[in-house]
Structures are given as structure tokens and as C-alpha cells.
């Protein structure tokens, strides 16, 4: 079997047919194609041959991932396929796991995506992210008075003003921002009847606030799911809100993740009275959580020296485990970042191979010491329920130290 670079030249038609046959891709739909070869060519795309055909295409992006106020190289996973008759030959996760270390060498400090399951990609060394909230409301129902101005209409032409709207939006811990322009427009064209709206209040004209949406379901009432959304100040935000609820006296539901730091239920008027209402219906108002995102640190000395933690220091060794080691060939670029490590929590952080008797001693996998470092759960509660263990003290000095936001990439992928 042969792990190679994807060829626009000859492997089309074979990552067409996988697309196909996951599912990813409508038959005959032409945007979604062309949304699919934009989306392959402006990251990077590898392929495994079967019988001298490709039949798996892992796909990355390159990006960044702020963590608190720094903005770390990442790369985000952001598509795993195998066709129907290469499955379960470990040739994705092989191949994914390549992909990681292949930008791991190039300079990535983590590597993140979404998932289909909980469980395979641990194998890769990747952690659980928190919980993102999904909202379904009737946008009529929006409690606020705010009366935004008349937006302009965004179309598909509209791709690299969209990008770098989102580039410049309010972003907090855990934020991604993925480079390539194309990524955006290859993400409008997967919406179905997309559309967007929003305003160029930028010095330049630039497109200041927005939203893209998907209508799917395509009918005069909805639904429809706010694919994203950006602004950057507390008025902008309000406006674009003010724009959803202008919509309500046609569309019944809008569905959409909620933005970082904010409760959207605060703004919902009789939200319980609504989930009873509706109820199993068409356009049934709800709240659901699903943890979906996943990172992993590719390199540890270099996230640690890039993290500034306000709340007092911490010194510790770390004996950390690593799992992708044993899905990489002895000769890939980068193998992981198993091992002994004496790390340095605090305004100025650092970690360099090696042990000190006089400190105590955690011992963690990489998944969960990415959590514990985003902040996804603190170090007392990972001891519970992932591979996180340290003596009782230095546990409780953790807590203190790494007192996080909430992680929330605010971007899926
Ligand atoms: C997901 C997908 C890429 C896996 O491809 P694959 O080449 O068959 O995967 P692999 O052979 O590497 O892995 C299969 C193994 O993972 C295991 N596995 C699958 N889901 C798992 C989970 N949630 N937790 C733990 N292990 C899991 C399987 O049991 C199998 O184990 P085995 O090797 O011991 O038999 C493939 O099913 C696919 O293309 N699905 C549709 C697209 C998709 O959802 N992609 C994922 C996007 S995040």
C-alpha cells in the first residue's frame, strides 16, 4: 500500500468516488464538487493507493489556535475518508497519522478536527473538547428591542471579504482561524440555498459583521442553520441578531451554535414554554450539547513556552504517553511527543526533557494533558475520568494555575 501526495492531475475522480461513496457528496451536484476540489487544493491532501487507485484522502488545513492571548500554528484534520472496499485495513488512521506528523514537522504545535465517533481518533493522541451548545428558536420569540439598519445581501462573489471577516473577528481562548481563503469559499458553496447577510462598516469598505446561513430544508418557514457568525463588537453582535428576528414573521426556527461567552437563552423570551410547544415538531425549539471537537499538542516544549498563565506557577515532571507512535513507520517526520519532561507553569512557562527528584510527578497520555492545558476540564476532574494522574498537592496547585476560559474553537471543521 502506498501513502503518497494527492495529484490534481490523476486523483480526482478516485477522491470524487470516495466522497461519493461516504456520503460526503451529492450525486450530480456541481457546487458540492467544486466546493470538494477548492476545499482539497488549498490545504494539503494525501492519499493511500489500493490496486494503484486512490481510496483514502486525509485532508489539513493550516491555521492557528489562540490560546488565552497568543495565536499558535496549528493544523486542523479536516477531512478523513476511506472508500467502500478499503475500510477497517488501519489505512486512515495510518494515514491521518502521517498527516499529523507531517505538519507537526513542519512547524504545527497542535493538530485538532472534528469527529464522527468518540474513541477513534484517541488512538492519535487527540483529546475531547467541551461541550458546544446548539440552539433551535423561533426567531420571533427573540426578546431584544434593537432595530438593525437594512444589510447587505452576501453571495458566493462576496468568499474572500467573508474570509477575512471571519479572520478578524471577536475571538477568545481556544479560537481557530484557518488560513486559506478557499476553506471559506468552499464552505459557502456546501450550504444549501446559503445565503448571507451583514454590513461593510470597515474603513475600507471591509465587511465588518456577518452572518452565512444554510436553508436547507429550503421552504418559506425554515429552518434555518446559522452556519457562522462574525462580529467584533457587543453592537455588531446585537445587530446581527436583530437581523435573525427580523426573519421571524415567515421563518418559524433558526438553529445555530451558540457564540463564545454568550448565552443565547438570555435573549430568548419563554424559552421552556417554547421546548413544550414544539416538542418533536418540525420546527421543535431545543438546547443540545455535544462535544465534538478534538486537539492534541504535536510539540510540548513549544506550546508550553507560548502559554502565560496569570494565576501563580506551578513545577512538575511530566511522564507523558503518546499513542500515535505505534500508527507511524520508525522513518516518519516526527513521532509523537512521548516522554519525560520537567514543565514550568506561570506568567512565563517552559518545558525541557529530563526529571527532578525534588518534584512531583504527573503522569498523563497526551489527550488528556492537551485537555488539561486548554482548560477543557481541570486537572481534579481529569483524574477522574481520563489518563491523568499526580500526587493530591500538585493537583490542587493545578487548579489554581490553569484557570481557563472555556476552550471554543468557534469554527468547525
Ligand atoms: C471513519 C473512516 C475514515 C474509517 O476508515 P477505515 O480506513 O475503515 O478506518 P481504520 O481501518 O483506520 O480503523 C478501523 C478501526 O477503528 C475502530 N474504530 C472505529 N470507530 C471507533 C471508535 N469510535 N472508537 C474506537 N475505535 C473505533 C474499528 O473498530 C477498527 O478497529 P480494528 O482496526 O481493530 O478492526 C471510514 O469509516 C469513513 O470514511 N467513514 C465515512 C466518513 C467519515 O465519517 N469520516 C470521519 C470524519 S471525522
Known amino acids: 500500500m ?21 456520503g460526503w457528496l451529492e450525486k450530480d451536484s456541481k457546487a458540492q464538487v467544486e466546493g470538494m476540489d477548492l476545499f482539497v487544493g488549498a490545504g494539503k491532501a494525501l492519499v493511500a493507493d489500493l490496486d494503484g487507485e486512490a481510496e483514502c484522502l486525509v485532508l489539513t488545513m493550516p491555521g492557528v489556535i489562540r490560546h488565552l492571548k497568543d495565536d499558535l500554528p496549528m ?9 467502500r472496499i478499503a475500510r477497517k485495513q488501519r489505512i486512515a488512521a495510518k494515514l491521518t497519522a502521517l498527516a499529523v506528523a507531517r505538519d507537526a514537522a513542519d512547524g504545527a504545535l497542535v493538530s485538532g478536527l472534528g469527529m464522527f465517533e468518540q474513541g477513534y481518533y484517541d488512538r492519535l493522541g487527540f483529546g475531547t473538547g467541551g461541550y458546544e451548545h446548539w ?3 423561533d426567531p420571533a420569540r427573540l426578546g431584544i428591542d434593537a432595530a438593525p439598519r437594512v444589510p447587505r445581501r452576501i453571495t ?4 474572500k471579504l467573508v474570509h477575512q471577516s471571519r479572520l478578524s473577528r471577536k475571538r477568545g481562548h481556544g479560537s481557530c482561524n484557518f488560513t486559506p481563503p478557499e476553506m471559506t469559499r468552499a464552505e459557502m458553496l456546501w450550504a444549501k440555498n446559503g445565503f448571507g447577510l451583514g454590513y461593510s462598516d470597515g474603513e ?13 430544508d429550503g421552504g418559506e418557514h425554515g429552518p434555518y442553520t446559522v452556519c457562522w457568525m462574525a462580529y467584533e463588537t457587543r453592537e455588531q453582535f446585537l445587530e446581527l441578531i436583530a437581523l435573525l428576528k427580523n426573519q421571524g414573521d415567515q421563518v418559524m426556527s433558526i438553529r445555530m451554535r451558540e457564540p463564545p461567552g454568550i448565552q443565547l437563552q438570555d435573549l430568548i423570551t419563554q424559552p421552556f414554554r417554547q421546548y413544550d410547544l414544539t416538542e418533536k415538531g418540525k420546527y421543535e425549539a431545543r438546547a443540545s450539547a455535544y462535544a465534538y471537537w478534538q486537539m492534541r499538542i504535536c510539540d510540548l516544549p513549544g506550546c508550553i513556552a507560548r502559554t502565560s498563565l496569570p494565576f501563580g506557577d506551578a513545577r512538575f515532571n511530566l511522564k507523558l504517553t503518546d499513542p500515535i507512535e505505534g500508527l507511524l513507520d520508525k522513518d516518519a517526520p516526527w513521532r ?11 506568567k512565563s512557562s517552559g518545558a525541557e526533557t529530563g526529571h527532578d527528584d525534588s518534584l512531583p510527578t504527573m503522569t498523563a497520555s497526551v489527550n488528556a494533558f492537551t485537555r488539561l492545558w486548554l482548560g477543557v476540564r481541570p486537572a481534579s476532574s481529569l483524574r477522574f475520568t481520563d489518563d491523568l494522574d499526580a500526587p493530591a498537592e500538585l493537583i ?6 490553569l484557570r481557563l476560559p472555556a476552550p471554543r474553537p468557534d469554527w468547525d471543521f
Open 2 to 22: 502506498e501513502f503518497r501526495e494527492y495529484s490534481a492531475d490523476s486523483d480526482k475522480d478516485a477522491v470524487h468516488r470516495i466522497w461519493l461513496e461516504t
Open 75 to 83: 493544523s486542523g484534520v479536516t477531512g478523513v475518508t476511506t472508500s
Open 135 to 137: 440552539i433551535s428558536f
Open 156 to 159: 458566493l462573489d462576496d468568499w
Open 204 to 216: 475600507g469598505g471591509e465587511l465588518s459583521h456577518h452572518i452565512w446561513c444554510d436553508a436547507k
Open 336 to 346: 509523537g511527543c512521548a516522554g519525560d519532561y520537567v514543565v514550568a507553569l506561570g
Open 396 to 401: 490542587e496547585a493545578l487548579d489554581s494555575v
